[in-house]
Every structure is written in structure tokens, then in C-alpha cells.
């Protein structure tokens, strides 16, 4: 689950709500080890079981966000939220009427308790410092390119655009870094247009700032974290994007001020990592989950949640069509030993962004696999619809009969009889021209195979294994094409902490490159470990990769930004984001893990996010730009 990963988080609550010390589990494939992996590592934390906030979460709260009313959040994704958040919603948000009965002190009270921090010890974030007057206006005639995802997956950036040759790339020099107030990860890919970056954050602002200076032009509070990429659009002149609680939202580019904003799903587990793609005059929106974690209740009746796209109108945000991934709404398939409902098939998340298909008018997206038995033909799949009904076209599986659910990891009998592998088709679908006027459709799994698809009826073409695979190997976050050429990028780690066995003479995490007409191999270079004895540390790459005109810029688990040369996957350059810097609000601040949506580059400079703290990854917080000169 999650782009590239299937999830493998075990629901906050368990420990919250009687069932003992939770088991390691995993989120968005990788795992943890207490409900604290959630939250912050900078910062005191109370003490869960004593704190006043439990009970009052129990007896105010409970009973709407841990199951009883389908469109609340659930209690894992309020305590991925910034406490202030959470305070504003109660104080005079949405939760307003629901918290009248509740003291000053005892809404404080939930609010840390969700937080794992006394109130007392919180900073609201620092605003960055605001742009002078020769800084704080748009530049109209640097509109933002179409590439990159929401318009372009093939994550592509041509010479007119990137403004930055093979040549260029060993030189590059960090031009100013700025600090995410508040954040241990950054996992938002910044968008640049208008001689601004557009980025979204852990605390859910979404900020723009200059390009050249990395000041406040302004920002805007989404009503939680934003892990979408920005999609900035000329046409419309506005940014779109989605939050953690399943929120699509468009906002006016020049002001940051908000048009429109809609659910797109009501399941209280539904959320949005994959960045919604823009086509036909429609936002495509995926739609994945977390609801596989409540699972390792033993009394939840697994599962009910169901992967989808949804399209909303571009200029409205009024839903025009929505696509399930599985078809039917589950329905009882008998009582577990311990008597609990068992609702199926459910699950096969969309975890990557849509990539539309203008020449057929077409939108391509992966599943993840079923949470319950039975396990369908839905699940590892990609999917081709019809861009203007969403009428399901073709739909090609990878891996049969995988269903799974953090119940297996508990040991209880939530645990489906198919119990996993868990492969998900988690990265965006290529759609790339290869020789003879014909097309082919180019898709990554968790597995650590490709393959390439007819894009007329999904048949395989060929397929080609690059790796071991596995929970948290494989493909994750997103490849990218230049012509005929797909660089494909693997995490096959060697510690995966999920339970299982991997053969590990098949080495794959690094970069490779394939042609996407049969799928062989040009060229692969491994990563080596320089992670020593360094804590959640793993060299595999698991960001997206994004191309420029004869490199490839790659994101390491460990920390490393790289270069590699496209024609032979030679490294052209590595920085360590891990090091301390010195950022733009004058505070130093480091780096962490790469992991996420990838790079962006556009007129000479390179833009990136260093950062994971989550699942066992290096937290960090930093939001990078280089040039050539580093000026």
C-alpha cells in the first residue's frame, strides 16, 4: 500500500484501546514498532495509558472515529494530525457541536492525548518569512510546464523545460534549503511555476515560495497532511492536490485562496497518497486506505473499504464519475472461530496517481491487494477506463489470490485464508511510444517485475524480474521513460521485517533501464550500502525517479540524491541530504531518508524533499533547490 509499498501499519488504537502493546506492523509497507513510530521523535511525549485525554477520548470520541460512523475519520488518522488541528476543529471546526459539552482543558486534553505531546511543549509553526516586494509577485510568462505527475507520468522533463543538461549536473550546488516547521518527514513533491515552488507539508500548509529566494509568497492550511504532489495547471491558473482524509481541494495559484474542496470518499479509512491527474477537463482522484490495519482488532469485521478513482469536474470539484477497483460492495462471507464477520472481497487500493491517455481518452491505474477473503480479480491489477464515463475498458492481474491484512501479522483469525503475499501495482502506469507508431503500457510492481501491456486489451506482452520483490521490495514510488527507454528504480531490501524469506543472491535495489517494446535489460546499477552501522538506514530506492535530457535524479533510502548518467547508469553526482545546512529562515536542519514522489526540475534548478521519519526511515525536513553555480 502507499505509492510503491503496501501498508503494513498496525491501527494506532490497539494500544490505546485494551489489546496490549502492539506487534511490530507495517504502514505503507514498512514497519514499526509501537504506536509512537506515528509521531514526532523531536519532542517530549505522555504517557499514553495515565493521560486524562484517553478517557476522554474513549468516552466522547470513540464511538464515531473508531468505527461507529462510517464518514469519521478513524482514530489512526487523527493522530497523524498536528495537534493544533485537531484543537481548531474542536474549538470552532467541523467537530464544533460534537465538543460544546467538552472544557477548554479537556479538548486540550484529547488533542494531546492524539498528539502524544503535551500542548505546552507545541509550536505552532513559525511562518517563513515573507517575500519583499521584488520577490513576491508571479512571473505570468513562466507558466508551469505539463509534466510531471497530474499531467504527465512518464516523469520526463525535457531540455525547454528542465534547463538543465547532462553536462550541468556534476556541478550542481545547493541554492537555499528551507526547514518545515514542525516536520520529521517531507513527502509532498514540489511543483514550480510562475517562478514559484508550490509544496505541501506534514501540518497540511501548502506553501509557495520564490524560486530564487525561498520566500513566503503565501500559504494555505488544508485540513491535514498533504502527500500529494502540487499540480499546478496553466490553463486554470490554479493548484491541485489532496490530503490525508481523503480531501481534494483547488486553490487560486496567484493568492492561495481556496475554490473548491470535496470528499471523494466516506469510508472512515479512505485517504489520498497518489496525486490526482488532470485530463478531459476532469481531476482524477485516487482513492487507498488503512482500513487493512483495524484488522488486528480480532472483533473488527474485515473489510468493507474499496479501492477507487473518482472524477470530479476541474472547474467545479462536483463529482462526475467514480470507479471502484473491486465492483461490488462487500457482503458477509461467514464468522471467523472467534465470531466476528467476515466481509468480502474488499480493498485493492489505488495507491499511484492516474495516468491519463489523451490519444484514447483513457485513464490507466494499479490496485493493491484484497483485505479479506475472497480474494478477486481486482486485486495487483491495472485497470483502463474510459476517461469521460469511467466505464471499466480492460482489467490485466498480476497476482492471483492475495489477500492480506495486518491480522496476519497479529496471528488472529482476521487473517484471510490467502494470507498475502502482498504485491501491490502501487507506482503509476507509463504510456510509452516504442517503435512503428505503437504504444505500450508499462507497469511496476512490489514484486520487482515490469511488464508491458497492449494498451488495446491489457494482454502481457512481456515481463521482466528485476529484483526479489516483497513487502517492501520491488517498485514503489513511480519510474519514468525517456523515449523508448524506462528507468525503473527497486528497494529490495535486505532486512525487510516483514516475516518472510526472500532469496537474497537475486540482488535488485539501484536503478535499471529497459526497453519498453520486449522489456530487456540495457543497463542496471546496483546501489551500494554505505549505511554502516547508521539507524534506519537501507540504500534501495524507493522515491520516484525523474528523468532530464541524459540523467536520471534518484532519491536513496539512505539519504543520497544521485545522478546517473542515462545511457549507462554511471553516477554523475551524489549529495548527502542527511548533513546539517543552514536554511532560509537562518535555522539548521538535515535531511533524512528519499522516499516519496521524486524531483522536480525546471528552469535550471533541481527541486527535492529529504525526510521520511515514518516506518523505520531517517526523519528529516528539509525542502532542497540546486543549480549549476548554486546561486
Given at each position: ?43 517530549p ?169 525561498g ?6 492550511r488544508?485540513?491535514?497532511?498533504v ?17 490525508i ?11 492561495g ?54 472524477a470530479?469536474?476541474?472547474a ?15 457482503v458477509s ?17 489505488v ?156 540482488r ?27 539507524a ?13 535530457p ?14 546517473y ?13 542527511t548533513?546539517?545546512?543552514k ?39 528539509l ?5 549549476p553555480?548554486?546561486?
Open positions: 500500500m502507499r505509492r510503491g509499498w503496501t501498508v503494513l501499519l498496525l491501527v494506532a488504537s490497539l494500544a490505546l484501546t485494551g489489546f496490549g502493546d502492539p506487534p511490530p506492523a507495517k504502514v505503507g509497507g514498512e514497519r514499526i514498532t509501537s504506536t509512537d513510530e506515528l509521531q514526532s521523535r523531536d519532542g511525549t505522555i504517557d499514553v495509558d495515565k493521560h486524562p485525554g484517553k478517557g476522554l477520548y474513549t468516552g466522547n470520541c470513540a464511538g464515531c472515529h473508531n468505527g461507529g460512523v462510517p464518514k469519521a475519520p478513524q482514530q489512526v488518522w487523527l493522530e497523524m494530525m498536528a495537534p493544533d488541528a485537531v484543537l481548531a476543529a474542536m474549538n470552532g471546526g467541523i467537530m464544533r457541536q460534537q465538543a460544546a459539552s467538552l472544557s477548554v482543558i479537556e479538548r486540550q486534553q484529547i488533542a494531546e492525548y492524539l498528539a502524544r505531546k503535551p500542548l505546552a511543549d507545541y509550536r505552532p509553526p513559525a511562518a517563513p518569512a515573507a517575500c519583499s516586494i521584488q520577490h513576491a509577485g508571479f512571473n505570468e510568462a513562466a507558466a508551469p510546464a505539463r509534466v510531471g505527475w497530474g499531467h504527465d507520468n512518464s516523469r520526463f522533463i525535457p531540455a525547454s523545460v528542465a534547463g538543465l543538461n547532462a553536462a550541468q549536473v556534476p556541478s550542481l550546488k545547493l541554492k537555499w534549503a528551507f526547514a518545515y516547521p514542525a516536520a520529521q518527514r517531507a513527502r509532498s513533491q514540489p511543483s514550480v511555476g510562475w517562478g514559484a515552488v508550490f509544496v505541501g507539508s506534514q501540518d497540511g500548509t501548502v506553501y509557495a515560495l520564490d524560486l530564487a529566494t520566500c513566503k509568497r503565501w500559504s494555505f488544508a485540513s491535514a497532511e502527500r500529494t504532489a502540487i499540480v499546478a495547471d496553466p490553463a486554470t491558473r490554479r493548484l491541485y492536490f489532496g490530503d482524509l481523503a480531501r481534494a481541494y483547488a486553490l487560486d495559484a496567484m493568492t485562496k481556496l475554490v473548491w474542496k470535496a470528499k471523494v470518499d466516506d469510508h472512515p479509512n479512505a485517504t489520498i497518497t497518489g496525486t490526482p491527474t488532470i485530463g478531459d477537463g476532469q481531476l482524477f482522484v485516487p482513492v487507498s486506505s488503512l482500513e487493512v490495519t483495524a484488522a488486528a482488532d480480532p472483533s473488527y469485521p474485515c473489510c468493507t473499504f474499496r479501492g477507487s478513482v473518482t470530479l469536474d476541474l467545479t470539484g462536483a463529482q462526475r464519475w467514480k470507479r471502484y477497483s473491486v465492483p461490488a460492495p462487500a462471507q461467514g464468522t471467523t472461530a472467534v465470531g466476528t464477520s467476515i466481509m468480502g472481497p474488499s480493498g485493492a487500493p495507491w499511484g496517481s492516474p495516468t491519463y491517455d489523451k490519444a484514447r481518452n483513457r485513464v490507466y491505474f494499479g490496485s493493491g491487494e484484497n483485505y479479506s477473503s475472497p480474494a478477486d480479480g481486482n486485486s495487483d491489477a491495472v485497470f483502463a477506463v474510459d476517461a469521460r464515463t469511467g466505464e471499466q475498458l480492460w482489467v490485466t492481474q498480476f497476482t492471483k489470490d492475495d489477500a492480506w491484512n495486518v491480522g496476519c501479522m497479529m496471528g488472529n483469525d482476521n487473517c484471510p485464508k490467502e494470507k498475502g503475499p502482498d504485491l501491490d501495482v502501487a507506482t503509476s502506469v507509463l504510456v510509452v511510444p516504442i517503435d512503428g507508431g505503437k504504444t505500450m503500457i508499462v507497469a511496476g510492481q512490489k514484486s520487482a517485475a515490469s511488464y508491458g501491456l497492449d494498451p488495446d486489451t491489457g494482454r502481457i506482452v512481456w515481463k521482466t524480474v528485476l529484483g526479489h520483490g516483497g513487502t517492501q521490495g520491488g517498485v514503489h514510488f513511480g519510474m519514468a521513460a525517456q523515449g523508448q527507454v524506462v528507468y525503473v528504480p527497486i528497494n529490495d531490501m535486505a532486512d525487510t521485517r516483514d516475516g518472510r524469506t526472500y532469496d537474497e543472491s537475486i535488485g535495489a539501484g536503478l535499471h533501464a529497459i526497453d519498453a517494446a520486449d522489456g530487456h535489460v540495457l543497463w542496471h546499477t546496483l546501489a551500494d550500502n554505505v549505511c554502516g552501522k547508521k534506519n538506514c537501507d540504500p534501495g530506492i524507493s522515491s520516484a525517479v525523474t528523468a532530464g541524459g540523467y536520471v535524479l534518484a532519491g536513496h533510502l539512505d539519504g543520497r540524491f544521485r545522478a548518467d542515462g545511457a549507462s547508469g554511471k553516477a554523475l553526482w551524489t549529495y548527502d541530504t548533513q546539517t545546512v536554511t532560509v529562515s537562518g535555522a539548521q536542519a538535515h535531511g533524512g531518508g528519499l522516499s516519496g514522489p521524486g524531483a522536480t526540475i525546471a528552469d535550471g534548478h533541481v527541486v527535492v524533499n529529504s525526510g521520511y521519519g515514518l516506518y523505520y526511515h531517517m526523519p528529516g525536513n525542502l532542497m533547490v540546486f543549480t553555480t548554486g546561486k
